[in-house]
């Protein structure tokens, strides 16, 4: 967006005071002045309400039908520095929610104020930008009734130079471009309450590290990302595999390097599909068990989201090898897995015009059915069938404005081992601004 496409509605508010205040209304009898003064005036400040309301709207974050419009594999809101005139800008979202398990009688019922999240962006040209999240998890960094704590979190921030469409380059604490919700995890766009288990555990969403790498759209509807990033730390690895290895840029040891790249392509207006692969080492110089060993970790996703009319499906399946894993699992004491498979699919479809529902409004109805094998083979023990998880979501959501969304869904859960689950039902919403 250029200085001067921004500044026509400016203009056009300050014409409209010119031209109001210099002619006013046509000539009227004395008798009838003080009414016609009042009359002129209120309608002076209807066109200024329309105005700004007008501008307001001009800037706003796509509608929820675009919800995939964003700029360079953000999320609309933390793309809003990329659209803007150079100089600060802010955004953000919110989701909180209720919790009530429904098999499992001796799980708690329990509510949480999720995340609030802050967007900050700084253009210091047409071509040169910073942009950054700052995550509050759980409301506060104190404990809680089950002695856990929130946390305070650089979720991204890099430098961006924005050397043309084709080519842009990113550097700092990066979002690894894998799945959907890693990238576009704003609670409008996407379904449910929570995010898919998938995109938690084998994708372990939100995924960040440090790292330097090249992005761009060298033609319509064609997007990739390509970076080199610290590696994991398999030190921390476990029982469910990578997540609690992530580094966050939190003095991460860099030893050793992983490589992701991402391709996304719209095949048609109705379809588009991508993937990614990311792959290191994760031993970062430290012994296993009494060994040096390697300990690479890949991991490789690929999905599809398609639109027609009302309705919106998505598909995805992720996949994960964690190299020397028995070494590993005799160093951390727990059983880490050597492979992992994990795959959804997830229809919805938007009700408003059967329910007449006003414009501007929306009303969704949507299910999602998930497996998720986390121990899919183990090197030297047996698996936890437990962690063979296959579960069924149903939901609904309401969006009585394009940027605020109130959620309910069930979850039915299963697993191999027969065990206890807790099927939750969950009521929230979020917001983006």
């Given at each position: 967006m250029n200085r001067k496409s921004s500044l026509q509605p400016l203009r056009g508010m300050l014409m409209a005071v010119v031209v109001l205040g210099l002619t006013g209304p046509a000539p009227v009898r004395a008798s009838d002045d003080a009414d016609a003064r009042i009359d002129a005036l209120t309608y002076t400040v209807e066109v200024l309400t329309e105005t700004v309301r007008q501008m307001r709207e001009d800037r706003a974050i796509p509608a929820t039908d675009q919800e995939l419009e964003s700029v360079s594999?953000?999320?609309?809101?933390?793309?809003?520095?990329?659209?803007?005139?150079?100089?600060?800008?802010?955004?953000?979202?919110?989701?909180?929610?209720?919790?009530?398990?429904?098999?499992?009688?001796?799980?708690?019922?329990?509510?949480?104020?999720?995340?609030?999240?802050?967007?900050?962006?700084?253009?210091?040209?047409?071509?040169?930008?910073?942009?950054?999240?700052?995550?509050y998890e759980h409301a506060t960094t104190g404990t809680n009734a089950a002695g856990s704590a929130g946390s305070v979190s650089v979720e991204f921030s890099y430098l961006d130079f924005l050397l043309s469409d084709d080519v842009g380059v990113r550097a700092g604490n990066l979002l690894v471009p894998m799945g959907f919700v890693n990238r576009i995890h704003e609670p409008p766009f996407f379904r449910g309450t929570f995010r898919p288990m998938v995109e938690q555990q084998i994708i372990p969403s939100t995924w960040r590290e440090l790292g330097l790498g090249i992005h761009g759209e060298p033609a319509s509807g064609v997007r990739y990302e390509a970076y080199v990033v610290n590696?994991?730390?398999?030190?921390?690895?476990?029982?469910?595999?990578?997540?609690?290895?992530?580094?966050?840029?939190?003095?991460?040891?860099?030893?050793?390097?992983?490589?992701?790249?991402?391709?996304?392509?719209?095949?048609?207006?109705?379809?588009?599909?991508?993937?990614?692969?990311?792959?290191?080492?994760?031993?970062?110089?430290?012994?296993?068990?009494?060994?040096?060993?390697?300990?690479?970790?890949?991991?490789?996703?690929?999905?599809?989201?398609?639109?027609?009319?009302?309705?919106?499906?998505?598909a995805l399946v992720a996949t994960s090898s964690i190299g020397d894993s028995r070494q590993i699992s005799a160093d951390v004491g727990?059983?880490?897995?050597?492979?992992?498979?994990?795959?959804?699919?997830?229809?919805?479809?938007?009700?408003?015009?059967?329910?007449?529902?006003?414009?501007?409004?929306?009303?969704?109805?949507?299910?999602?059915?998930?497996?998720?094998?986390?121990?899919?083979?183990?090197d030297g023990a047996?698996?936890?069938?437990?962690?063979?998880?296959?579960?069924?979501?149903?939901?609904?959501?309401?969006?009585?404005?394009?940027?605020?969304?109130?959620?309910?869904?069930?979850?039915?859960?299963?697993?191999?081992?027969?065990?206890?689950?807790?099927?939750?039902?969950?009521?929230?919403?979020?917001?983006?601004?």
């Open positions: 594999g953000l999320g609309p809101a933390a793309s809003k520095v990329y659209g803007a005139t150079p100089g600060l800008s802010l955004g953000g979202y919110g989701e909180f929610y209720f919790d009530a398990p429904t098999a499992d009688n001796s799980a708690a019922r329990s509510a949480d104020y999720h995340r609030f999240i802050t967007y900050v962006g700084y253009k210091f040209n047409d071509r040169i930008l910073m942009n950054t999240e700052l995550e590696g994991f730390d398999a030190k921390r690895y476990g029982e469910k595999g990578v997540r609690d290895a992530r580094q966050k840029g939190n003095r991460a040891l860099f030893e050793d390097v992983g490589g992701v790249v991402s391709l996304d392509v719209d095949v048609m207006p109705e379809l588009s599909v991508g993937g990614s692969v990311f792959s290191g080492g994760a031993d970062q110089g430290q012994k296993f068990d009494g060994e040096d060993i390697s300990a690479r970790t890949t991991i490789a996703e690929a999905h599809a989201d398609a639109r027609h009319r009302g309705f919106r499906g998505r727990e059983t880490v897995p050597e492979r992992q498979l994990g795959w959804y699919v997830e229809g919805g479809y938007n009700v408003s015009s059967v329910l007449s529902v006003p414009a501007g409004q929306a009303v969704h109805v949507w299910t999602r059915y998930e497996m998720v094998d986390l121990q899919r083979k183990v047996a698996s936890d069938p437990a962690l063979d998880q296959r579960s069924l979501t149903v939901g609904v959501e309401y969006l009585p404005h394009a940027q605020v969304v109130l959620k309910a869904d069930w979850t039915f859960q299963d697993n191999e081992a027969g065990t206890t689950t807790e099927d939750p039902l969950r009521v929230g919403a979020g917001f983006v601004f």
